[in-house]
């Protein structure tokens, strides 16, 4: 068997310019990671994304962006500043050695600068041009600009996110570039296979808010099917009931109540002698809805004898905030780690609230290797990155090099591949095109 | 091999000519051969009659039966474009129907707990005798070895499980991140992209894989930099409600009505004089205390009650409108109603309604528009088990008459 290191990735023969803002970093990291040639072209002086934290060592320094790290695993860099006609003419050189090109400008720029999708097929008609922008290349709103928030925003995620009492609240870590970027790779990849049939490359047109309203769940569903729309509900999911509890060491989501685990949760209550009165006659009623109203139901609604879809929880707040005391009493008995493990075994929905730290520690993560080291020479020391998303058995993915310096890559580029002279480098250098 | 089988004149659908057998259920797995369905593989979603597919069970329709809602507009919509098939992989036949199907597939993938495909006699060793290229992904919530090998999870607990909710809310505020993100961000993307990357591997060389995604692991590789900031600086990220390291204003503000709301994002200075300008310039955008990213960083609840004090004057439409038009990142925080209303969506037809037996449903259209070759969304998904059962054995599979009748005789159907 071949080792890890020798064996071959699955893009290997693609090459990738990388002409992306934030939105876009996402998308080339995944082509990177499984094998694909990443070149980014940086303005002169770098990119912008060197400038968002979190820093390494909280050193403000553009070549110690953690963010910009963590988003340019497998890449090279090149400094170009494609607005002069210097430097339009050596992206032309390139775009003709490549497969994919990944740019987050605003519609109509590339094609203002000589360089929109029919000029880059002039020069390469098996290039795949992905563009991914606020609102997308068509559409009332096309020259909208837009941001992670703003796409959360008007994708329809935002509004059912944090406690009725609160503003809509968003969350962290860019989901709504993610969800962007991954759309974006699933449309390069699709392009590439058609591409492999047809010999033809083409454009593929991605809006933020556009991939972001899969992300809404069934908000604007909902909305159409009964005519209201969903709020924020806080600890609570869909059911009425809440999810998130304390216990002994942090949090737990648990959504047993909801399902066929509530019985389980019972017994389990039970046999440490914890279920208090949820046995009563009082709770049935209450505990019947909660089975047989289950959102994941398997089958649960033929059980019971009641009509669960007449019978609301609504209808028994007192009983079913005391059923909630009794079961926070019980999870307060127990950490995050036991509470997981026990519900396992019990076929319970439970899981922990997770932070960065537990995550870290998590014995699963560790026994899978999900964790690399990568090596920063610079820094002198390796750093810990998040592990493959997906493990391929034939074509491992992998993190090939850390994120490149700025322009780190100029001379192995510009003279060793596309032969350009030390004299001619010289001079874009001194008119600041490179 | 793909092979371009174009009539001439017809427009090729960009997948064409794979065929995809879908073993998956529920929300995460779905959605991954719905990608490929939706821009023309033929998929081939194999269901159970004797365990019914949850989105099945959840009300969906316009129309109601027996005075209730029409259940299973979620499983058509998750699973549009798709055959759909039942075989009860537990009987002799309905296993052996399966492999005739992996014989004549190229990606075969399934969501079930670790290890139950080689249980039933469909692991991937199996298959790979049956179709030695074949792409086979699995799905198991934690992976297939290590301590929580054998362990279930679900799209609301992965969510928490990898930390989004201890990074997403307000200081102080316990985390109130409720939702199911995983299922249709994560989860069903990076499958697709890596069965795509193992296609176009297949194509240079004729070689098939096996393709693990745990989703947890799957879901905790969007949680960004988060990690860094932890093993390279020891820190643990604290709640930062609305606001971003850099940009400002940025958050959601409250606009006139009932509950309605505008963000807006300020990153550069040339948007923050933009922002200033719309406002009307009044004497406190030029105060000393928000004249830079920082100083408005450090000022930022005050920065914030000023730009409410205009906003909340103001419809949230009428905020974005203003901004927008002098280049400044705004957006309504749209309720359902709002997006269905929301003329760019309309523009875009991001959903359609199809037709249905019992009336019409819903259902989200595609989001990566391609210039060259188009997805289109032709059908709902099946409308009931096994409505393409005929079909797929006659045409696909070359099954006599006698033996589909025998094979529901022997329960191979159930």
């Known amino acids: 068997m071949k080792t890890e290191e020798s064996r071959d990735s699955a893009l290997t023969d693609v090459r990738v310019l990388d002409l992306a803002g934030e939105s876009g970093l996402y998308c080339t990291k995944l082509l990177g990671d499984l094998g694909a040639d990443v070149i980014k072209i940086e303005p002169p002086g770098g990119d912008a994304v060197r400038r968002v934290g979190p820093f390494y060592h909280d050193d403000l320094d553009p070549e110690r962006s953690l963010h910009f790290y963590h988003f340019n695993t497998s890449k090279r860099s090149i400094t170009l500043n494609i607005e002069t006609e210097e430097g339009r003419d050596i992206l032309a050189k390139l775009v003709k050695t490549a497969d994919i090109m990944v740019e987050t400008f605003a519609p109509g720029y590339l094609a203002e600068n000589g360089m929109g999708y029919e000029e880059l097929k002039k020069i390469n008609p098996r290039l795949i041009l992905v563009s991914i922008t606020g609102f997308g290349q068509t559409g009332p709103h096309a020259n909208y600009v837009s941001s992670d928030l703003i796409g959360l925003a008007t994708g329809g995620l935002l509004y059912t996110i944090g406690f009725p009492d609160d503003p809509p609240t968003t969350l962290g870590a860019s989901q709504a570039y993610h969800m962007a970027s991954s759309n974006a790779a699933v449309g390069a990849l699709i392009a590439l296979l058609n591409r492999d049939v047809t010999g033809e490359g083409q454009w593929v047109d991605i809006a933020i808010q556009g991939t972001a309203l899969r992300l809404s769940e069934m908000a604007p569903y909902t909305y159409w099917l009964v005519g209201s729309y969903r709020k924020r509900s806080g600890l609570e999911y869909y059911r009425g009931l809440r999810d998130v509890f304390p216990c002994k060491d942090g949090r737990v989501i648990c959504s047993a109540l909801g399902g066929s685990g509530a019985g389980k949760m019972l017994d389990w209550m039970e046999s440490e002698g914890m279920v208090a009165d949820l046995r009563d006659d009082k709770y049935a009623i209450v505990m019947a809805i909660m089975t047989g109203g289950s959102f994941y139901g398997k089958g649960d609604q033929n059980k019971t004898r009641l009509d669960v879809a007449s019978a609301k929880l609504q209808d028994f707040p007192e009983e079913v905030r005391h059923i909630e005391e009794v079961w926070e009493s019980f999870l307060m008995t127990h950490t995050r780690e036991e509470l997981f493990v026990g519900a396992q075994e019990r076929g319970v929905r439970l899981m922990p609230v997770n932070d960065v730290k537990s995550l870290c520690e998590d014995i699963g993560l560790k026994a899978r290797k999900y964790f690399v080291q990568v090596d920063h020479h610079e820094l002198g020391e390796s750093l810990v990155y998040p592990g493959p998303p997906y493990r391929l058995g034939e074509t491992p993915w992998k993190i090939s090099r850390r994120a490149p310096l700025i322009g780190e890559h100029n001379k192995e580029i510009y003279q060793d591949e596309l032969g350009l002279s030390e004299e001619l480098l010289e001079s874009l250098k001194s008119a600041n095109v490179i | ?414």
């Open chain 2, 1 to 414: 091999m793909q092979k371009d089988n174009r009539e001439s004149g017809k427009q090729r659908m960009p997948l064409e000519g794979i065929r995809v057998a879908d073993f998956t259920w529920v929300q995460a797995g779905p959605w991954v051969g719905r990608y490929f369905a939706n821009y023309g593989a033929e998929v081939i979603r194999v269901e159970s009659n004797t365990k019914v597919d949850w989105a099945r069970n959840v009300p969906g329709g316009k129309t109601t039966v027996n005075g209730r809602l029409r259940k299973g507009a979620l499983f058509t919509n998750f699973n549009c474009d798709k055959l759909g098939i039942t075989l009860n992989l537990k009987n002799a036949k309905g296993l052996e129907i399966a492999k005739r199907l992996v014989a004549v597939s190229d990606v075969v993938c399934d969501n079930f707990s670790a290890g139950y495909m080689d249980r039933i006699g469909l692991g991937y060793d199996e298959l790979k005798k049956i179709k030695p290229d074949i792409i086979m992904l699995s799905m198991p919530v934690f992976g297939s070895t290590g301590p929580r090998k054998r362990y279930a999870g679900y799209g609301t607990g992965i969510q928490a499980a990898v930390g989004l909710s201890s990074i997403s809310g307000f200081p102080g505020r316990p985390p109130g991140v409720n939702i199911a993100l995983p299922d249709m961000g994560p989860n069903p993307t990076h499958a697709t992209v890596a069965l795509l990357a193992a296609l176009h591997y297949r194509n240079r060389t004729g070689k098939g894989q096996f393709i693990e995604e745990a989703q947890f692991e799957s879901s905790l590789s969007w949680m960004g930099p988060m990690v860094l900031d932890y093993t390279a600086n020891n820190r643990v990220p604290s709640l930062q409600g609305n606001s971003l390291s850099h940009a400002a204003p940025h958050g959601v503000y409250r606009c006139s009505g009932n509950d309605r709301w505008c963000a807006i994002a300020v990153f550069s200075e040339e948007q923050w004089n933009a922002f200033a300008r719309v406002i009307g310039n009044p004497a406190w955008t030029s105060d000393q205390r928000f004249s830079t990213l920082p100083q408005r960083k450090e000022h930022e609840s005050d920065l914030d009650k000023l730009v409410t004090a205009w906003t909340s004057e103001r419809t949230a439409e009428d905020v974005m409108r203003l901004m927008q038009e002098a280049k400044v990142p705004a957006g309504v925080v749209a309720t359902g109603q709002d997006v269905l209303m929301d003329e760019q969506v309309k523009s875009r037809e991001y959903y359609i309604e199809l037709e249905h037996p019992d009336g019409t449903a819903f259902c989200e259209n595609i989001v990566i528009k391609f210039s060259h070759t188009p997805g289109k969304i032709r059908r709902l998904g099946p409308a009931t088990p096994g409505q393409d059962n005929e079909y797929v054995f006659q045409e696909i599979l070359g099954m006599t008459e006698d033996e589909i009748n025998m094979g529901y005789v022997e329960g191979a159907f159930d």
